[in-house]
Nanobody, 126 residues
Framework: AVELQESGGGSVQAGGSLRLSCVPS????????MGWFRQAPGKEREGVAA???????SYADSVKGRFTISKDHDKNILYLQMNDLKLEDTAMYYC????????????????????WGQGTLVTVSS
């Protein structure tokens, strides 16, 4: 089965930047959609950014203009560039992958067949 390994999390002051990476292993990812979810303390897990096999990109309203998702197709690595980080961005960030897409018809969804990473923690302080 495909496994996802995130990295790049850490502690940063508000206004700073981080870049998260996600490396698949254990199998070919195939023409799957990939993206990033996050879960902050006391809140539900939410979608952050997604990229479909055709290149279509989606962002949560809270991160538009600050975060950029991209994929290195040659190395098969997913990235999330996070700029102008805010206190409310503090969360555990998870790399996800699923067939077709993780953002369809305005909704974020990962099926039971999808893959989740273990998460990388991002902590933003003032």
């Amino acid at each position: 089965a495909v496994e996802l390994q995130e990295s790049g999390g850490g502690s940063v002051q508000a206004g700073g930047s981080l870049r998260l990476s996600c490396v698949p292993s254990g199998g070919r990812i195939g023409p799957w959609g990939m993206g990033w979810f996050r879960q902050a303390p006391g809140k539900e897990r939410e979608g952050v950014a997604a990229i479909d096999p055709d290149g279509t990109i989606s962002y949560a309203d809270s991160v538009k203009g600050r975060f950029t998702i991209s994929k290195d197709h040659d190395k098969n690595i997913l990235y999330l560039q996070m700029n102008d980080l805010k206190l409310e961005d503090t969360a555990m960030y998870y790399c996800v992958a699923d067939r077709d897409s993780v953002h369809v018809a305005g909704m974020w969804y990962v099926s039971s067949a999808g893959a989740w990473g273990q998460g990388t923690l991002v902590t933003v302080s003032s």
